[in-house]
C-alpha cells in the first residue's frame, strides 16, 4: 500500500517507514505538517499515520482539513499517538480519523490493522 507518515519527530519517522517499507509498502514521511497536508489531498495514500501531538498544528486539525476535500475521502486516517484515554481516542474519531493506535506501536496490531485496511480497500475495488 501507498502509505504516508506524518510526526514532527524525525526518529518516529524513520522508524515507522523502515518498518512499513520492511513489510512491503511504499511510505513517504513528512515533519512539515502543511507539506504532508497538501500531499495527502493531491495524491491520497491508502493510509496515512498522523501524530495528534505536533507543535505547530495539531493532528486532529490535520484530519479535519483532509476530510474537507473529496480527493482525499478514500484514504484511511489512523492517529498515531501517545494519548490513550478513551475521549482521546472519540476526539481522533470526531475528527475524521478512522483509527487510533498509541505509541509505541505493537507491531502485531500495526499488522493487524493494514492487514484489515487491505481487506476492505481490496473488497471495495470489486465493487
Given amino acids: 500500500m501507498h502509505i504516508v507518515i506524518v510526526d514532527d519527530s524525525a ?6 517507514s523502515t518498518l512499513l517499507q520492511m513489510m512491503g509498502h511504499h511510505v513517504e514521511s ?3 505538517v502543511e507539506a504532508a497536508v497538501a500531499h495527502i489531498i493531491e495524491t491520497p495514500p ?3 499515520f498522523i501524530d495528534i501531538g505536533m507543535p505547530s498544528v495539531s493532528g486532529y486539525d490535520v484530519a479535519r482539513e483532509v476530510r474537507k476535500h473529496a480527493s482525499a ?6 492517529a498515531l499517538t501517545g494519548w490513550h484515554r478513551e475521549e482521546d481516542r472519540q476526539r481522533s474519531f470526531d475528527a475524521g480519523f478512522d483509527s487510533h493506535l498509541v505509541k509505541p506501536v505493537d507491531l502485531a496490531r500495526l499488522r ?3 492487514s484489515n ?3 476492505i480497500k481490496s473488497s471495495r ?3
Fill in 11 to 16: 526518529d518516529i519517522l524513520d522508524s515507522m
Fill in 30 to 32: 513528512f515533519l512539515n
Fill in 46 to 48: 491508502d493510509v496515512a
Fill in 73 to 78: 475521502q478514500s484514504a484511511t486516517l489512523i
Fill in 112 to 114: 493487524e490493522t493494514l
Fill in 117 to 119: 485496511i487491505a481487506v
Fill in 125 to 127: 475495488a470489486l465493487e
